[in-house]
């Protein structure tokens, strides 16, 4: 870290940075300044939003649009959909502001060259939406370029780790032994392809069943499952809701259990159900209970939640950026900034860091000397450097560094010929360069 990096004049972040450069994508509203608290933008007529909600695919995946009407899908998901609330509670934590140029002007390699970051995330070679940094529980670098910083975008598959977070807790308070099968805590299960695989294989997406993520083939276990929770394109033999189609499903396991990594979002709706099963409420009331009234949240936050109310925990969270950075903090030294008491325990950490299995990712294909160490308990990667990592659909994601004090929330979209830098490429690419040789004191 160079002397004289940061600016403590809180003032500097709140200055909007230049337009121009950010190209037009995503849209045609008028992107956000920097800073903390935004004036309200009207950025379309109603009859523009009823286009918007016109183009939404009815013959099809939904969310599988691209370019500005993925923009626009990912700002206003909350409109076009059913959501279940998560509540937030008592004063809002407000969070300092400590700019650091030195994340700011970080080089990101793109095909016109090399750009400071601030840059490249307004250039047309980026699709970001909003990113949002903090640096020992302060804000060292904010900007929504293409979005406004009262949205709440939606965070795709990072919901994923609310479904290991709480499950952990439950495991501490000795709810939930991950060593036991799955049927244990979901009596319903007992007579699925699911019996007899742990918790711990399930939260680490390491069932050995086929029932990986499938958007083609519309009779595969994966879409059947979409089809069931709402997510997928409904034909008119569509399961009628998760619960039952999970428990009556007949595939192959093509693997043992604990074998080998498969991503899938079924796999996530069995730890909500166990979370529903075990605390007798629905799991957005979890996230409610156990974290978001808990972290002086500015707003409240929502699942989508297609039918019947059933939350999307595999993939349907919306909250403001700050906020999902806010509850990120509870995995770093920092928590304190947000709560009184530390919900996320060292032990629990721990695990994230040390507890998970390399060869899963190793025999999903991950090469021996990647960078990556393991996933764990729905976290898509932690790495030698010890970022742990979520992403989402879209280039969304979760990152927390418990040993460097960092955290970072971003979010964007695809571009209609894909030819975006990934935003979280390069946003991790800048931690490491500046946050490299840093650890928490």
Not at 18 to 47: I, N, T
Not at 68 to 75: G, L, N, T, V, Y
Not at 88 to 98: A, Q
Not at 228 to 254: H, K, L, Q, W
Request: some cysteine.
């Amino acid at each position: 870290m160079q002397p004289g990096g940061r600016k403590t004049a809180a003032a500097a972040l709140t200055v909007a940075l230049s337009l121009a450069a950010c190209g037009g994508a995503g849209g045609e509203h008028e992107q956000a300044p920097a800073g903390a608290v935004s004036d309200f933008v009207q950025d379309e007529s109603q009859q523009a939003v009823m286009e918007h909600h016109r183009r939404v695919p009815t013959d099809d995946i939904w969310w599988t649009v691209t370019g500005d009407e993925m923009a626009w899908m990912h700002r206003h998901a909350s409109e076009l959909f059913p959501t279940v609330e998560v509540y937030r509670g008592g004063p809002v934590r407000e969070l300092e502001y400590e700019p650091l140029d030195e994340l700011a002007q970080a080089s990101v390699v793109t095909p016109s060259g090399p750009m400071p970051f601030s840059t490249f995330i307004r250039s047309d070679h980026s699709t970001a939406m909003g990113v949002v940094v903090l640096h020992k529980g302060k804000i060292v670098f904010e900007d929504y370029p293409r979005m406004q910083e009262y949205e709440k975008p939606i965070y795709w598959s990072t919901a994923k780790m609310f479904t290991g977070a709480v499950i952990r807790l439950l495991e501490e308070r000795g709810q939930v032994d991950v060593s036991k099968p799955i049927e244990h805590y979901v009596p319903r299960l007992a007579d699925s392809v699911f019996a007899g695989t742990t918790v711990r294989n399930v939260l680490d997406m390491a069932l050995g069943v086929d029932c990986y993520e499938e958007y083609e083939d519309r009779d595969s276990c994966y879409y059947r499952y979409s089809m069931a929770i709402g997510d997928g394109f409904r034909s008119e033999d569509a399961p009628d809701n998760p619960y039952d189609f999970m428990t009556t499903v007949r595939v192959e396991r093509t693997a043992p259990q604990g074998e080998i990594f498969v991503y899938s979002g079924g796999t996530t709706f069995l730890l909500q159900w166990l979370v529903e099963e075990v605390t007798g409420f629905p799991f957005q009331d979890s996230i409610t209970r156990e974290f978001w009234q808990h972290i002086g949240a500015e707003n409240d936050a929502e699942f989508i939640a297609y039918r019947y109310g059933i939350a999307l925990a595999h993939g349907g969270f919306l909250a403001k950026t700050r906020d999902l950075a806010r509850f990120g903090l509870l995995y770093t030294p920092s928590y304190t900034v947000v709560s009184d008491k530390q919900i996320i325990s060292d032990a629990h950490i721990d695990l994230l860091l040390n507890g998970g299995r390399s060869h899963l990712l190793r025999n999903a294909g991950v090469p021996e000397d990647s960078p990556i160490k393991h996933n764990v308990y729905q976290w898509d990667r932690v790495d030698e450097n010890g970022y742990i990592y979520k992403g989402g659909w879209g280039g969304q994601g979760l990152i927390v560094n418990p040993e460097k004090d960092v955290v970072a929330v971003f979010s964007s979209y695809f571009k209609d010929d894909f030819s975006e830098v990934p935003l979280d490429e390069a946003l991790l690419g800048v931690m490491n360069e500046v946050f490299g040789d840093e650890a928490s004191k």
